[in-house]
């Protein structure tokens, strides 16, 4: 079975910067997308990053773009996300996804990580 472990997440003030790390294992495949999701209490969940398994295209919503940055290393198949210059506003649990297509959506879910920025 595929599985998806997030870690990294915690407490920062804002400004500040935090790293977090979605280790995935039990797939073969090597076609895929890595997709990184928040969701804050009240509010609606959002795709704030995507990765194809090449590393050739990544996506950003415009909340974090700039900002935030997304990595693969297929060797150690986990994904980070890199959360710098962190706002109040993006205080949320934080979800790893992994999807076949950029297109597509996830079929896996990871089981988050909170970020609490103050």
């Known amino acids: 079975d595929v599985q998806l472990v997030e870690s990294g997440g915690g407490s920062v003030q804002a400004g500040g910067s935090v790293r977090l790390s979605c280790a995935a294992s039990?797939?073969?495949?090597?076609?895929?997308?890595m997709v990184w999701f928040r969701q804050a209490p009240g509010k609606e969940r959002e795709k704030v990053a995507t990765?194809?398994?090449?590393?050739?295209?990544?996506y950003y919503s415009e909340s974090v773009k700039g900002r935030f940055t997304i990595s693969l290393d297929n060797a150690k198949a986990t994904a980070y996300l890199q959360l710098n210059s962190l706002k109040t506003e993006d205080t949320a649990m934080y979800y790893c996804?992994?999807?076949?297509?950029?297109?597509?959506?996830?079929?896996?879910w990871g089981q988050g990580t909170q970020v609490t920025v103050s």
């Open positions: 990765i194809t398994s090449s590393g050739s295209t990544t």
């Open positions: 996804a992994k999807g076949d297509t950029m297109a597509a959506g996830p079929n896996y």
């Open positions: 039990g797939f073969t495949d090597r076609i895929y997308c």
